[in-house]
Nanobody
Framework: QVQLMESGGGLVQAGGSLRLTCAAS????????MGWHRQAPGKQRELVAT???????NYADSVKGRFTISTDGAKKTIYLQMNSLQPEDTAVYYC??????????WGQGTQVTVSS
């Protein structure tokens, strides 16, 4: 089992920045990939960014150049630095971890609200 705890959400004005943190605990040695997804009201959950245990990253087109995902490696903590935030970035952001290449875990989510 893997537990995920997100932090760092909040309210920010357009053009501002926030940094999200997700700390994994439990069977972290089995984690292959971690990432962030988000869900805005009335919309489906969508991928924001992922990072593999080897450090390869992937971003949604909508956040490329503005968001950066990183990790501290062995401790399985990941970060999402979000710059130049826009109102359309408003959503609940969920941390995700994939273990043993097949099992997915989710955090409870953290709210990010960007005011115009």
């Amino acid at each position: 089992q893997v537990q995920l705890m997100e932090s760092g959400g909040g309210l920010v004005q357009a053009g501002g920045s926030l940094r999200l943190t997700c700390a994994a605990s439990g069977s972290i040695s089995n984690i292959n990939r971690m990432g962030w997804h988000r869900q805005a009201p009335g919309k489906q959950r969508e991928l924001v960014a992922t990072i593999t245990s080897g450090g390869m990253t992937n971003y949604a087109d909508s956040v490329k150049g503005r968001f950066t995902i990183s990790t501290d490696g062995a401790k399985k903590t990941i970060y999402l630095q979000m710059n130049s935030l826009q109102p359309e970035d408003t959503a609940v952001y969920y941390c995700n971890a994939v273990a043993s290449y097949v099992r997915a875990y989710w955090g409870q989510g953290t709210q990010v609200t960007v005011s115009s």
